[in-house]
């Protein structure tokens, strides 16, 4: 069924559009929403672009880096000042996905996908979002418990802080077939470290539960203690904490409870 | 509902159509403009057999809003043989016998094409991870794989 396509130049007239129409869904690269409107979804009356190029910016010359809701994940792969986020957004889909899917939109991607912003979650990312009453920002854990109304807002961005090293932050997708595959779980851990001790830990879980969420408390078994054997297992055991997964064709929630605290071990541990 | 003008680039050749609103490039190639090379396999960007390149870059066209094309070049693999003679990956595939039922292959020159243009040397690890979001139900890979990296040794495939 046709739909209206509504393309503005600004991000402010977008986000009045999208907030004045209930039938209206943002489209950014096209992976979520024209795949609904290939299903049939008639849900969908009005397509909302915009061609703003702050949607497009990436910023990450200072410690906190800024990223545009139009992203691509090619981009943030090309781009060096990124790397602590290379591996999430080289698990996401092939080469044609990552070419068009961005980082807004993963924020609204379901199970098993959204791998990426399960990083941004354990990396405490901030979600400028632009809906009737201007801009904010919101916490991504707020801003993924209200997920399913937040379908009148625009995201404009998303910011999070650099990990200090490269050690300190930490990525997993376990897929059931390589090097592409939906995720049956997807882990993220950062480890800021001070005097050898894990200060501020944040465990973020995909495909855990029906969206993205912290396993907090693996983070409590973690906070102000040594990242040593001990302490993992503490870790790991609790990981499973608070989850409530669900069964689908990649695995069932038993297998996805029984493996959870498997894998962040191997995450913590540094195996591979 | 009215109908949108659109212009792009198919295959070095100036287009116009006429798109409703909504409709995906994969529908707009086959069904107004007669390109049958993309193919439709999943529709929800599972498979790989629609892809084509946009401005150099490989995407999947049944997650393509048409209208995103605009004054842009999409290229897909009917572009991408000169005259009667085949494209090298082509030859490659055809003697390395990288296609059997054949439906997925169009999609795999063009993600192989979209690798080559970039990385004319590619490893193998290079190949599968081009291929990676393109499924092939026949062939096991192997002889796709191998085709890709023949067509790239023999230095030919970013003719």
Same mark, same amino acid.
């Given at each position: 069924?046709?739909?209206?396509?509504?393309?503005?130049?600004?991000?402010?007239?977008?986000?009045?559009?999208?907030?004045?129409?209930?039938?209206?869904?943002?489209?950014?690269?096209?992976?979520?929403?024209?795949?609904?409107?290939?299903?049939?979804?008639?849900?969908?009356?009005?397509?909302?672009?915009?061609?703003?190029?702050?949607?497009?910016?990436?910023?990450?010359?200072?410690?906190?880096?800024?990223?545009?809701?139009?992203?691509?994940?090619?981009?943030?792969?090309?781009?060096?000042?990124?790397?602590?986020?290379?591996?999430?957004?080289?698990?996401?889909?092939?080469?044609?996905?990552?070419?068009?899917?961005?980082?807004?939109?993963?924020?609204?991607?379901?199970?098993?996908?959204?791998?990426?912003?399960?990083?941004?979650?354990?990396?405490?990312?901030?979600?400028?979002?632009?809906?009737?009453?201007?801009?904010?920002?919101?916490?991504?854990?707020?801003?993924?418990?209200?997920?399913?109304?937040?379908?009148?807002?625009?995201?404009?961005?998303?910011?999070?802080?650099?990990?200090?090293?490269?050690?300190?932050?930490?990525?997993?997708?376990?897929?059931?077939?390589?090097?592409?595959?939906?995720?049956?779980?997807?882990?993220?851990?950062?480890?800021?470290?001070?005097?050898?001790?894990?200060?501020?830990?944040?465990?973020?879980?995909?495909?855990?539960?029906?969206?993205?969420?912290?396993?907090?408390?693996?983070?409590?078994?973690?906070?102000?203690?040594?990242?040593?054997?001990?302490?993992?297992?503490?870790?790991?055991?609790?990981?499973?904490?608070?989850?409530?997964?669900?069964?689908?064709?990649?695995?069932?929630?038993?297998?996805?409870?029984?493996?959870?605290?498997?894998?962040?071990?191997?995450?913590?541990?540094?195996?591979? | 509902?009215?109908?949108?003008?659109?212009?792009?680039?198919?295959?070095?050749?100036?287009?116009?159509?006429?798109?409703?609103?909504?409709?995906?490039?994969?529908?707009?190639?086959?069904?107004?403009?007669?390109?049958?090379?993309?193919?439709?396999? #999943?529709?929800? !960007?599972?498979?790989? &057999?629609?892809?084509? @390149?946009? =401005?150099?870059?490989?995407?999947? *066209?049944?997650?393509?809003?048409?209208?995103?094309?605009?004054?842009?070049?999409?290229?897909?693999?009917?572009?991408?043989?000169?005259?009667?003679?085949?494209?090298?990956?082509?030859?490659?595939?055809?003697?390395?016998?990288?296609?059997?039922?054949?439906? #997925?292959?169009? !999609?795999?020159?063009? &993600?192989?094409?979209? @690798?080559? =243009?970039?990385?004319?040397?590619? *490893?193998?690890?290079?190949?599968?991870?081009?291929?990676?979001?393109?499924?092939?139900?026949?062939?096991?890979?192997?002889?796709?794989?191998?085709?890709?990296?023949?067509?790239?040794?023999?230095?030919?495939?970013?003719?």
């Amino acid at each position: 069924m046709p739909v209206t396509v509504r393309t503005f130049t600004s991000s402010g007239e977008a986000a009045a559009a999208l907030s004045s129409d209930r039938g209206a869904r943002y489209f950014g690269g096209g992976t979520l929403v024209m795949r609904a409107l290939n299903e049939g979804d008639i849900s969908i009356s009005t397509i909302v672009r915009a061609s703003d190029q702050a949607l497009m910016r990436i910023d990450a010359s200072g410690p906190r880096v800024t990223i545009g809701a139009g992203v691509t994940f090619a981009r943030i792969l090309a781009e060096r000042e990124l790397a602590f986020l290379h591996a999430p957004a080289r698990s996401v889909g092939g080469p044609a996905v990552r070419n068009m899917g961005t980082v807004g939109g993963n924020l609204f991607a379901p199970n098993p996908y959204g791998d990426f912003t399960v990083a941004l979650l354990a990396l405490d990312a901030v979600v400028s979002v632009q809906g009737g009453f201007g801009v904010r920002d919101v916490p991504i854990e707020e801003f993924l418990q209200s997920r399913e109304r937040q379908a009148g807002t625009l995201v404009l961005a998303v910011s999070c802080q650099k990990p200090l090293s490269a050690d300190a932050f930490r990525y997993r997708k376990i897929t059931r077939i390589k090097p592409k595959g939906g995720s049956v779980i997807t882990l993220a851990a950062h480890l800021p470290v001070s005097s050898g001790r894990v200060l501020g830990a944040r465990i973020a879980l995909g495909s855990m539960a029906p969206v993205q969420i912290r396993a907090k408390a693996a983070e409590r078994a973690l906070e102000g203690r040594p990242l040593d054997a001990s302490t993992i297992a503490a870790a790991a055991s609790a990981a499973v904490e608070g989850t409530s997964p669900t069964d689908n064709a990649l695995a069932s929630g038993w297998y996805r409870r029984e493996i959870v605290g498997v894998h962040l071990r191997r995450l913590l541990s540094g195996h591979e | 509902m009215a109908k949108t003008a659109l212009q792009f680039r198919h295959n070095g050749r100036d287009v116009a159509i006429f798109v409703d609103g909504g409709t995906n490039l994969l529908v707009a190639l086959r069904e107004l403009i007669g390109d049958m090379t993309p193919k439709f396999g #999943c529709g929800q !960007g599972g498979c790989g &057999a629609c892809s084509v @390149l946009i =401005d150099g870059d490989l995407h999947l *066209s049944c997650l393509t809003l048409a209208e995103s094309v605009a004054g842009r070049s999409v290229e897909t693999l009917d572009g991408i043989k000169d005259g009667p003679n085949l494209h090298p990956l082509q030859r490659a595939f055809a003697e390395n016998f990288a296609a059997q039922c054949g439906y #997925c292959t169009p !999609g795999m020159l063009m &993600a192989a094409k979209a @690798l080559l =243009d970039r990385n004319p040397q590619p *490893s193998r690890a290079e190949v599968v991870e081009a291929i990676s979001g393109n499924i092939c139900r026949c062939t096991g890979y192997e002889p796709i794989i191998n085709a890709v990296l023949a067509a790239a040794s023999g230095g030919r495939a970013r003719a």
